[in-house]
């Protein structure tokens, strides 16, 4: 009779436990609230920012401040972190980077891909575009520096 005394703690035990975790894999963390999801990662979304001056300059500050330690300076994927990373991070100059469509990076630097993290918990939707602003010069800025 002990013995059942002892088995019907652990029993109890292990049933709350496999109940909490049960509960705690049918919730979700909510959305963030910067967070848009265009869905189809090659849809083509307008950026609702022109390409100005202004929106280029706020992209490359942020640009600076959260993309170049992969990234690097001009684009070219060889930020201090791709050093000593076991992944090459993409290369923003080249053109398989520059055709992809507006709504494709946005989704990129919202949602992230691969070794790339999620921005869009961080950033605002303005933010986004205005890198993708910037991002669209890298190709033409490293092309004038090559001559």
Not at 11 to 24: D, F, P, R, S
Not at 40 to 61: E, H, K, Q
Not at 112 to 128: A, C, F, I, K, V
Request: with cysteine.
């Amino acid at each position: 009779m002990s013995a059942r005394l002892h088995l019907r703690p652990a029993v109890l035990a292990g049933a709350i436990v496999g109940a909490l975790a049960i509960a705690a894999a049918c919730v979700s963390a909510p959305t963030p609230v910067n967070s848009q999801k265009i869905g189809n990662p090659t849809a083509v979304a307008v950026n609702p920012y022109p390409g100005d001056g202004a929106s280029i300059n706020r992209g490359a500050l942020l640009f600076g401040r959260y993309c170049t330690a992969c990234h690097g300076d001009t684009g070219r994927g060889n930020g201090p972190e791709a050093r000593t990373a076991n992944f090459r991070p993409a290369d923003l100059t080249r053109s398989q980077m520059q055709t992809k469509s507006d709504g494709n990076l946005f989704t990129t630097i919202t949602d992230g891909r691969g070794y790339m993290p999620s921005w869009g918990h961080l950033l605002s939707e303005q933010q986004r575009w205005d890198l993708i602003n910037y991002i669209r010069t890298l190709a033409k800025s490293n092309a004038a520096a090559a001559k």
